[in-house]
């Protein structure tokens, strides 16, 4: 697995200090203890970000060959994420574009503390059958088939976040209904638009 550096400014970060890591215990094996920083095996100069075990978790579920996860604290996909009625809602189907997650909404993972085995699990149930989803009190993550696709996601969904949060300053806005979003999956299945989904 390869991962960003803990505590390193992306600005001043190389090819050569991405962390090279195993992806070590599989699920079902005994876990690594969330005191570890990261396994002894890891290859490189820096210590790997304190996320590694999420990043992984959700590797693992879909097979890591090919995959990109991107997790990052935007700041308008943070803001819903600290709100509680997204915390159990998660973001509707306000837009059709809410598709693009993969489901009729966009989840939001209960809390647990950063870096822990915990907050993987979490994640792995709101990524469920999705390639998006908010966490807690934190942040975003999303996972593709590259990175160029990682970003896009990401851009995706910090846009819709910024959206919601606009719409709900004037009010509680419709929802798309269950045969409308269905329609909407049809037309992206159908389409080059997201012909390239994993």
Partial sequence: MLITPSAMSYERMAADDIVWMPFGPMPGEAAWPDNAAQPAEQVGPHAA????????????????????VLHLHSPYATTLACSAQVQRHGIPAFHYMVAAAGGDDIRCA???????????????AAMDGRHACLLAHH?????????????????????????YWQALQIGEPP?????????VH?????????????
């Avoid at 075990?53 to 890591?64: E, F, I, K, W």
């Avoid at 942040?139 to 959206?163: K, N």
């Avoid at 929802?175 to 329609?183: E, G, K, N, T």
């Avoid at 049809?186 to 989904?197: D, I, L, N, V």
Wanted: net charge positive; hydrophobic share 45%; charged share 25%.
């Fill in 49 to 68: 970000s304190s996320e590694w075990r999420m990043h992984r978790a959700l590797l693992c579920q879909t097979g890591a060959v090919g995959r990109c």
């Fill in 110 to 124: 209960a809390y647990e503390t950063f870096g822990t085995e915990a907050l993987g699990k979490t994640l792995l």
């Fill in 139 to 163: 942040g975003m993550v999303v996972r593709a088939m590259s990175p160029g696709q990682a970003l896009e996601r990401a851009r995706e969904l910090e846009w819709l976040a910024r959206v």
């Fill in 175 to 183: 929802i798309l209904d269950r045969d409308q979003m269905r329609a």
């Fill in 186 to 198: 049809a037309r992206f299945a159908a389409s080059a638009y997201r012909a390239a989904e994993d």
